[in-house]
Nanobody
Framework: QVQLVESGGGWVQAGGSLRLSCQAS????????MGWFRQSPGKERDFVAA????????DYADSVKGRFTASRDNAKRTDYLQMNSLKPEDTAVYYC?????????????????WGQGTQVTVSS
């Protein structure tokens, strides 16, 4: 069992930055690929970014590529999402998720554990 707790969300003006954190507890964090997803009101939850267990491989949705950066510190059992040049369309609840059993990817069904989400609001 893995517990994930996101933090770092909040309100920011367009063009600003936020860094989300995802603190893991429970089973060995280092074995998990991690993903970030987001959901806006009335929309489905979408893939944002993923990072492999050792941080060596990352993947980003086209909408955030070049603006968002995923990283992790396995010693601290923490996954990060640095979000720069934020846009109003980035407004959403952001979730981190852990994937143990499947290749790193964008498929939500591959993720075993999810955090509760943190709200990010970007004003124009």
């Amino acid at each position: 069992q893995v517990q994930l707790v996101e933090s770092g969300g909040g309100w920011v003006q367009a063009g600003g930055s936020l860094r989300l954190s995802c603190q893991a507890s429970g089973r060995t964090f280092v074995n998990y690929d991690m993903g970030w997803f987001r959901q806006s009101p009335g929309k489905e939850r979408d893939f944002v970014a993923a990072i492999s267990w050792n941080g060596g491989t990352t993947d980003y949705a086209d909408s955030v590529k070049g603006r968002f950066t995923a990283s992790r510190d396995n010693a601290k059992r923490t996954d990060y999402l640095q979000m720069n040049s934020l846009k109003p369309e980035d407004t959403a609840v952001y979730y981190c998720a852990a994937n143990l059993n499947y290749p790193m990817g964008r498929n939500q069904a591959a993720y075993d554990y999810w955090g509760q989400g943190t709200q990010v609001t970007v004003s124009s």
